[in-house]
């Protein structure tokens, strides 16, 4: 996920961010309840813009492995100058797709042929979704003059969590917000009975901001009530730091994955990585604190393996803005590093990084990706921006490798571009380009193939299930 504008004037590629990206949403005129269904000319559930094999533009490359199989381009009313694609989710046949101008939902149901149920314009930088039962949640990392969907000017006085019923997809209802420090640029849910508890990560602090201000070395915990998700609230601000993270250019955590069946979290935070124990989710406790001053500067998200014995830790070098995947930069930063997690502690094994150089105006880092439900393997599906997707095999956590790949040519146009998130979900490989829209990809080899037996009813990448082959 992009770097906010709370921390881009304290990194040194500061120079190279794009100041407009704060205004995520701009051109997006939301209805006065926040919600659109679908695109205006068509009918309610119905979209002229459905997946069609071959979509794409530009110069396509991918592996003898990896299939096109549909691309979705961004519509009306989510298709503006700063309408970015960012984060997935899923439940059942429907796909949910975040971008900087509000959400879509996707029917899936024929991977090939996906379509448009409704969109939703609710502008917000960076709007990150995931989904729970009849719930869903956005993350809004950018001060808005208020908690509703059309409260995009004005006083800059609110950010945090929009939550929405989702119970009827062709239209989505706003509900509630919810204020949390220095808002959310990315959350992760805890399910826990009937109480939903979300783990918002943001950068800060910023002392110009009244939303944001210092020192900013904690976590917020937002308990949801499932039956009456209206009275959300923040109900903790654990400190989750036992190191002072005044050495780094920012504090807080950028993205946290939990593992609620393991009773662990890994935090990936501004200077460094966090093992957790979220036995008590109101509660976490630190386990370990790592870091990694040579190679990594921006640790930016987690994955565990099936069996929470391996974690893998992404940095993104320079914020998603600039190009490291080059022969200039070393192939240990902007990376992925793999640590085993040996009698409780963490132990780094090795690094990997995409193999194809990109040019210099493809920004291009290790960036969110997931588990490909391989039993007995540990191997994901991760995007690199404008590198594309890899699909790489990390089982021998000393020697990882990529196994299959699929990246467009560098964006025409000016900004950035590329894959926000590749997440394989029940035989398909989801894409979200930030230009291009949605693309589902299909891997064919055979040690992926038994992948495709794995059926999920719902996944958020942030809160990691077993599998079972």
Sequence with gaps: MLISAKVRGAMVCAALMLASACAGGQGVTPAPDGVTSAPAEQPSGTSSASGTAG????????????????????????????DWNSDLAFQGDYAFVGNFG????????????????SQVA?????????????????????????????????????EGLRIFDISDKKSPKYVSAVATDCGSHTHTMVPDGEKLYVYVSSPGPDPGSETCPPPHEIISIVEIPTKDPKSAKVVATPDI???????SFAAGCHDITAY??????????????VLLDISDPVNPKVLQQIRDKENFQIWHSATFNNDATKVVFGDE??????????????????????????????????????PRDQEERENCVAHNGSLIPVPGKDIMVQAWYQGGLSIWDFTDSGAPKEI?????????????GGSWSAYYYNGYIYSSDIRMGLDVIEINDPLTDPAKSVKMDDFNVQTQKSYQG
């Design 55 to 82: 979509g794409d533009t530009g110069d396509v490359k991918m592996s003898d492995n990896v299939k096109h199989v549909a691309n979705v381009p961004l519509s009306a009313p989510l298709d503006g100058p700063q």
């Design 102 to 117: 509000g959400f879509s939902i996707f029917d899936i149901s024929e991977p090939a042929k996906p379509k448009i149920v």
């Design 122 to 158: 609710c502008p917000a930088q960076q709007n990150d979704v995931s989904v729970y039962g009849d719930l869903l949640i956005l993350s809004i990392d950018e001060p808005q003059s208020g908690e509703e969907c059309g409260a995009t000017g004005g006083e800059r006085k609110w």
């Design 241 to 247: 730091f036992p190191e002072s993270q005044k050495d």
């Design 260 to 273: 609620p069946e393991k009773k662990l979290a890994a935090a990936a935070c501004f200077g460094d990585g």
């Design 317 to 354: 070098l320079g914020g998603g803005m600039m190009a490291t995947c080059d022969g200039r930069t070393p192939r240990t930063k902007g990376a992925d590093a793999v640590y085993d997690l040996v009698d409780g502690k963490l132990e780094r094994r090795g690094y990997f990084k995409i």
């Design 404 to 416: 299959g790949y699929f990246e467009r040519g560098p964006f025409s146009g000016e900004g950035i």
